[in-house]
């Protein structure tokens, strides 16, 4: 994340999935993200290749990448999938690309969408853009206690 840190502008959150990938986007000013859409290009290439093409086409300033880290903080397989999809990703891009902990996104996607009774194709349709979304606020909310805390004198 510290990549990010003095990025201003947009940010792309990215859910990187085999059969579908959630895309969220921030405001200019970093403090909400908002889900987009969902792709299904099929394959990691062609995938960090639509990601890339929307990332220049919406000005986005730099992007960050789930990481789904065991829950005993290890890196498996999954990890590993998406460190990939990452640095595939980077050497597309011209802005700076971080990986961030994705521990628990789904389960609350998941929960948020019980909770408003969303169900079948609608559910499968909207779950990757919802965990997306919840990453990049994540990352907004992690970034801005940072720079909050860079700039508080001890």
């Known amino acids: 994340m510290q990549e990010l840190l003095h990025v201003n502008g947009k940010l792309l959150g ?15 000013g970093q403090t909400i993200a908002s ?18 093409q929307i990332a220049g086409e919406r000005g986005i300033a730099g992007i960050v990448v789930g990481l789904p ?18 640095r595939i990703l980077g050497s597309l891009v011209t802005v700076p690309v971080a990986m961030l902990d994705e521990r628990m ?5 998941s929960r948020y969408l019980n909770e408003t009774d969303t169900r079948g194709k609608k559910r499968k349709s909207v779950i990757d853009t919802l965990s997306a979304e919840i990453i990049l606020q994540n990352a907004l909310d992690k970034l801005k206690f940072m720079r909050d805390t860079e700039a508080t004198p001890l």
């Open 35 to 52: 889900g987009v859409t969902q792709i299904s290009v099929g394959g990691m290439q062609k995938t960090a290749e639509a990601v890339a």
């Open 105 to 109: 996104t789904t389960m609350a996607a």
């Open 69 to 86: 880290v065991n829950m005993d903080g290890s890196h498996g397989p999954r990890a590993q999938h998406a460190e990939k999809f990452g």
């Open 14 to 28: 990215v859910d990187f999935g085999d059969k579908r990938t959630g895309l969220a986007i921030s405001n200019d």
